[in-house]
């Protein structure tokens, strides 16, 4: 007999973590590995909020269970958030904190889904999302996006996915893995059709303040009036004030919903850590000037890859608006011999570029389309340019 569940059997690890690790451990025997793996910030923590975890650890009210929905200030914080940059107005017991945004979405998805239910799921895709749905008895069914329509799906092809088993579509703008950021106008007609179609939308809006050029943030819950009764807003600081680590995210939804996720989190993981919620009230305290510090620095980056690997001859690449990744085809190296090896696949080529130049990047069968490579640029600008130099050596 297997020790192993078949449920969980079936998941398979995180690419994008393992990449991570390959790095960090080819690092730790002293190859000089530039990664392009990470999908965090390369910054600090910001001053202030550490400042307000080392006072939350000196305080006794801390050291104690607290509400699984989170702290009330907390809650609060994140409603005034929401209505600062959204525009949307919700009330403290629709708000429920997780462990990072990957567990507010595990809970919708848990909450939201009978045993196959369908969820509409663009690909490329972030890796956890089929995994997490699965997880939840749901299946996904996947919408293919390229580089012709900057990876964003359209009402054509979401109805033509409909069934009478669709549940939810599964949006998120931008995206990781393509950095692409949907219109104000396709979001708008998107949420009118889910609306339209009774169908739950679930937003993912982690990347909401990474955003770049003429591009523009919104959340599509505000654009279309009524959708906030069936849709759950997916956030958290990780991204955004570097705090991956922290372990803090949050799902906002109707109260129904959130009541019946608080009801699944009490049994499984209780109140997220009390230090790490303070920390995250200073965080979401703090104005918006820092906040677009961050955002210019990556900008910079997001000009620089993009110039860089649109130079390399056989490399095509879509300019990324949002996130901090870039998401380029690597179609034209298939087949074809690098240093006396052949890749037939991106992720062959991916342990090339790993093995001949030690620059690790992730390839697209982790995000569902092979073909692709994602570079994240949230790495040092000089690593960046020593970085992608090799990789322009090493495919002329
Ligand atoms: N959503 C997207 C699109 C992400 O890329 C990530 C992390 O990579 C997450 C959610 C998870 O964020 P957290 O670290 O807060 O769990």
Redesign the pocket.
């Known amino acids: 007999m297997s020790s192993v569940s078949r449920r969980i059997a079936s998941i398979s690890p995180s690419a994008t973590l393992a990449v991570d690790a390959k790095a960090k451990a080819l690092k730790a025997s002293g190859v000089d590995v530039i990664s392009f793996g990470a999908?965090e910030p390369d910054f600090p923590t910001p001053d202030a909020v550490v400042e307000a975890a080392i006072q939350a650890c000196k305080d006794p009210v801390n050291y104690r269970y607290s509400s699984t929905s989170g702290l009330v200030e907390f809650r609060q914080a994140i409603v005034d958030k929401t209505r600062r940059d959204c525009g949307l107005g919700y009330d403290p017991s629709q708000v429920l904190v997780t462990n990072?945004?990957?567990?507010a979405?595990a809970n919708t998805f848990a909450t939201l889904l009978d045993p196959g239910d369908e969820v509409l799921v663009s690909s490329p895709y972030?890796t956890?999302y089929p995994e997490s749905i699965a997880l939840a008895g749901g299946v996904s069914v996947f919408i293919p996006t390229d580089e012709t329509t900057n990876f964003q799906c359209s009402i054509e092809q979401l109805e033509k996915a409909r069934t009478d088993r669709t549940k939810a579509l599964l949006f998120?703008s931008p995206s990781?893995p393509t950095g692409s950021v949907y219109s104000k106008d396709s979001m708008e007609q998107i949420g009118k059709w889910a609306l339209d179609n009774g169908i739950w939308v679930i937003t993912?809006e982690?990347?909401g303040h990474l955003v770049y050029g003429q591009a523009k943030q919104h959340s599509i819950v505000s654009l279309v009036p009524g959708l906030e009764d069936q849709s759950v807003i997916?956030n958290?600081v990780?991204k955004t004030y570097a705090m991956?680590g922290w372990r803090i995210?949050w799902m906002i939804g109707p109260k129904q919903v959130i009541q019946a996720a608080t009801n699944l989190q009490s049994h499984e993981t209780s109140n997220v850590a009390n230090v790490s919620q303070r920390a995250a009230i200073a965080a979401l305290g703090m104005d918006l000037e820092s906040i677009e510090k961050i955002r210019n620095i990556f900008d910079q980056r997001r000009i620089k890859i993009y110039s860089m690997l649109s130079n390399i001859e056989g490399v095509s690449c879509v300019e990324p608006q949002g996130a901090f990744y870039i998401f380029p085809s690597m179609k034209n190296f298939l087949g074809k011999q690098i240093k006396g090896k052949v890749a037939n696949t991106t992720s062959e080529l991916c342990e090339i570029i790993l093995n001949e130049i030690a620059v690790a990047v992730t390839p697209g069968e982790a995000f569902g389309t092979p073909g692709y490579i994602r570079f994240s640029y949230a790495l040092g600008d000089e690593e960046l340019v020593e970085g992608i130099n090799r990789l322009t050596t090493l495919l002329a």
């Open positions: 999908g990072g945004a990957k567990q979405i972030w956890t998120v990781n993912d982690i990347y997916i958290g990780s991956t995210g």
